[in-house]
Structures are given as structure tokens and as C-alpha cells.
């Protein structure tokens, strides 16, 4: 309803603004509104094309199979095998060529029989470079899918492996240093040295046989 209480407005009404009882005035707003839709519908379209053309990119990708996390704990567990290991062979075979030097000053006849805790020391490594490289190759999330079980699984391999080689590596250094020395003393302490040294790489042998048997139970959480 007109609000200056008039049927139609004329020219000579007080309100200023367009007055949508005249002919004229209606036409104008209606070919107004006709170019704010025409404005309104374009801009609608270019934003719908422009959301078409920068689609996300990991759809045109094959899809991740299993938990995106999992990966994480399964190359941390790969990682822990092997730095674990080698820490503890680095410290065995450094703390070992410590005694073997010493000795070997007065001693050098002995410096190859006593390289024993050096050679043992090393092969502590080994170890973890088998359980790094199981694991690693049973990451593959395209070919099977990877699940929190699987990665749980694969790091619990390599701390148990990582870690037996750690402790097997200070025993070794340790009884290898001392061991080396007094046997360039006494020689009948060789055998003994040597058993003490068999017991303390089976530390490690024991981490290694868990560490495969953990990896082994990776990718049996569900039945595909």
C-alpha cells in the first residue's frame, strides 16, 4: 500500500524515493532486478567452474588404502631397529678396540685373537638391518592395506630388536674391554671371556627372533 495513504502517487507526492505505483517506476525496478539476477546467476556459474577446475588434487590420485597414520609407526619402527643396533654396536666395537689398543701395546701377538668382542660387536648391526628391512618392505599401502595394528606391530619389532641390540652392544663392550685385558695376563681367561660374550650376543639373538615374529603378525588384524 502507498504509504502516503493515496491510491496512486503523482509527481507532486513528498516522499523522494522511486514509487513502485507508477508505470514508469515499475519498469524501470523490473528491468533493475532482471540485471542483478542476469549479474547474480553469471557469477554463481564462474564460481561453480572454478570450483570444478581446482578439484583437490588427492581425487585424481589413487586412493590411500587402510589408516594415513599407520605408515608412521611402521618406518618408526624400521628406524628404531636399525639406529638402536648400530648404537649398541658402535659402543660394543669402540669400547672392545679401547681394550684390544691398550693390550696391544705390550701384547701384540694377541691383538688378533682378542678382536673377538670387535667382530661380535658388529654383527649386532646385522640385526637390525634384517628387522629394518622386513619391515620396511611390508610397508605398501597401495598393494594391502596398512592399518594402526600393522604400524603398532612393525614399531613394536623394531623397539624390541633395536633396544636387545642396544643392551647386547654395552655388555659386549664392556666384558670385551676388561676381557681383552686380562687376558694378556692370564690366557687361561680366554674361554671364559668368550662365553660371557656367546651370553651376551644371544641378548640380542633373542631381540631378533621376537622382532620377526612381531613383523610376521602384521597384516593379520582383518580379513580381506
Known amino acids: 500500500r502507498c ?3 493515496y491510491k496512486a502517487r503523482g509527481p507532486s507526492c513528498s516522499f523522494q ?3 513502485l505505483f507508477l508505470d514508469g517506476n515499475k519498469q524501470k525496478l523490473g528491468r533493475g532486478e532482471g540485471k542483478i ?3 547474480n546467476n553469471s557469477i554463481k556459474k564462474a564460481l561453480t567452474s572454478r570450483t570444478e577446475a581446482v578439484a583437490d588434487p588427492r581425487s585424481k590420485m589413487s586412493p590411500f588404502s587402510g589408516d594415513e597414520t599407520a605408515p608412521f609407526f611402521g618406518f618408526l619402527g624400521a628406524a628404531a631397529a ?3 643396533s648400530c648404537m649398541g654396536a658402535a659402543y660394543g666395537t669402540a669400547k672392545s678396540g679401547v681394550g684390544v689398543a691398550s693390550m696391544g ?3 701384540p701377538e694377541l691383538v688378533m685373537k682378542s678382536i673377538v668382542p670387535v667382530v661380535m660387536a658388529g654383527v649386532l648391526g646385522i640385526y637390525g638391518l634384517i628387522i629394518a628391512v622386513i619391515i620396511s618392505t611390508g610397508i605398501n599401502p597401495k598393494a594391502k592395506s596398512y592399518y594402526l595394528f600393522d604400524g603398532y606391530a612393525h614399531l613394536s619389532s623394531g623397539l624390541a630388536c633395536g633396544l636387545a641390540g642396544l643392551s647386547a652392544g654395552m655388555a659386549i663392550g664392556i666384558v670385551g674391554d676388561a676381557g681383552v685385558r686380562a687376558n694378556a695376563q692370564q690366557p687361561k681367561l680366554f674361554v671364559g671371556m668368550i662365553l660371557i660374550l656367546i651370553f651376551a650376543e644371544a641378548l640380542a639373538l633373542y631381540g631378533l627372533i621376537v622382532g620377526i615374529i612381531l613383523s610376521s ?3 593379520q588384524s582383518r580379513a580381506d
Do not use: Y
Open 3 to 5: 504509504p502516503s495513504r
Open 17 to 19: 524515493f522511486p514509487c
Open 37 to 39: 539476477r542476469s549479474s
Open 82 to 84: 636399525l639406529v638402536f
Open 105 to 107: 701395546v705390550m701384547r
Open 217 to 219: 603378525r602384521a597384516g
